[in-house]
């Protein structure tokens, strides 16, 4: 049994939040998240991060990953198969998938491969220069010039 947050106090004392309550209030809403195909993510370094997804028996071909704005979204779409012979058990899982990360401001893909039944992808948060913190200095009156306007005779 899930228990509903009320958010309408944050609502009322932030500015420019919304996208994170939306998120929240999104998750708590939902019935139930995919289970597969089962995933990993990692942060591998200071602003590096890792999604690693098994997706055995998918090929390169059958994998999409977009990036839309602030989502990450990978499917897997299999190929219908010629059946060659009668299954007696068939464990491995070729169901289609559809999975969604949400990522954070100024967090891009960098790369993507699949090896050995493992697909990762590969992210990096890169803050633009101008969004980094900066110092700035306070400057004084000593050393400085002030220069006056001539006054109109």
Do not use: C
Request: hydrophobic share 35%.
């Amino acid at each position: 049994m899930r228990t509903a947050f009320d958010l309408s106090p944050l609502y009322r004392s932030t500015v420019g939040f919304d996208r994170l309550f939306d998120m929240i209030d999104q998750t708590a809403r939902a019935e139930s998240a995919p289970h597969w195909p089962p995933y990993n993510v990692e942060k591998s370094g200071d602003d590096q991060y890792r999604v690693t997804m098994a997706v055995a028996g998918f090929a390169p071909d059958e994998i999409e990953i977009t990036q839309r704005e602030n989502a990450l979204l990978v499917t897997g779409q299999k190929h219908p198969e010629q059946e060659n012979g009668q299954f007696l058990h068939r464990g491995i899982a070729t169901r289609n998938f559809k999975q969604t990360f949400n990522l954070a401001d100024f967090v891009n893909v960098t790369g993507a491969k699949l090896e050995n039944g493992l697909l990762t992808i590969d992210l990096v948060r890169e803050v633009p220069e101008e969004m980094k913190p900066r110092r700035i200095e306070i400057g004084t009156s000593r050393g400085h010039k002030v220069i006056e306007h001539d006054k109109a005779a």
